[in-house]
């Protein structure tokens, strides 16, 4: 997932308020403005990443622009309802459980 911010509006070394880990979003931060062109690339046609050198964006600056976009849509999504319950308290496995033993004859 994207996140808002650009080379011109880059993420805040602060983390919002509604963020859930704000240690997390500051190394995130970090990496995602370590890996933007350098100043005389950000112009340029093709430029390329002032970190790692690959062609910008690079692969490590989208993973980092990915989590900070996870974290920023994390607090603006909705709180999942609590399921139904049937009566009889007990939940539905999230996977199908496989049963061992012998089957009876």
């Known amino acids: 997932m994207?996140?808002?911010y650009t080379l011109d509006n880059p993420p805040p070394d602060e983390p919002?308020?509604?963020?859930?880990?704000?240690?997390?979003?500051r190394v995130q931060a970090?990496?995602?403005k370590r890996h933007t062109p350098?100043?005389?690339?950000?112009?340029a046609?093709?430029?390329?990443c002032g970190h790692c050198g690959q062609s910008w964006p690079c692969h490590s600056w989208a993973c980092w622009d990915g989590q900070?976009?996870?974290?920023?849509h994390q607090s603006d999504a909705p709180a999942q309802a609590p399921?139904?319950?049937?009566g009889a308290g007990v939940s539905a496995p999230?996977?199908?459980l496989a049963l061992t033993g012998t089957p009876e004859h």
């Not at 919002?16 to 979003?25: A, D, H, I, R, T």
């Not at 046609?45 to 390329?48: C, G």
């Not at 900070?68 to 920023?72: F, I, R, S």
């Open 16 to 25: 919002p308020s509604e963020v859930l880990v704000p240690s997390l979003w």
């Open 2 to 4: 994207r996140s808002p």
């Open 30 to 32: 970090r990496w995602w």
């Open 94 to 96: 999230s996977r199908p």
């Open 83 to 86: 399921a139904a319950d049937d």
């Open 38 to 43: 350098a100043l005389d690339q950000q112009g």
């Open 68 to 72: 900070l976009g996870q974290a920023v």
């Open 45 to 48: 046609k093709h430029p390329v």
